[in-house]
Nanobody
Framework: QVQVEESGGGSVQSGESLTLSCVIS????????MGWYRQAPGGQREMVVG????????MYARSVKGRFTMSRDNAKNTLYLQMNNLKPEDTAIYFC?????????WGQGTQVTVSS
């Protein structure tokens, strides 16, 4: 059973930065998609950044492009989301997602709150 755990959320002021981490308990041998999603209060879960294997580019939501960067440390089975110049509209629960051909793995999320 693969466990997914996000961390690094918190409460910050507008313009500040946070780095989220997502640790996967076991190596996933065939990752078809990985990414970060978020869900604001009363809203739907939306993709912030994602990479689907076979596609040339990592896709960023227009609202975060140029401010957020996704990276991965394969040796540590850890996915990161560097978030710079945070804005109040970035306030949400952030979820990490990994997908293999048979399963969709989600964590419990980490709360990010940005005040103006």
């Amino acid at each position: 059973q693969v466990q997914v755990e996000e961390s690094g959320g918190g409460s910050v002021q507008s313009g500040e930065s946070l780095t989220l981490s997502c640790v996967i308990s076991k190596k996933i041998f065939t990752i078809v998609h990985m990414g970060w999603y978020r869900q604001a209060p009363g809203g739907q879960r939306e993709m912030v950044v994602g990479r689907t294997m076979g596609e040339r580019q990592t896709m960023y939501a227009r609202s975060v492009k140029g401010r957020f960067t996704m990276s991965r440390d394969n040796a540590k089975n850890t996915l990161y989301l560097q978030m710079n110049n945070l804005k109040p509209e970035d306030t949400a629960i952030y979820f990490c997602n990994h997908r293999d051909p048979e399963n969709d793995y989600w964590g419990q999320g980490t709360q990010v709150t940005v005040s103006s």
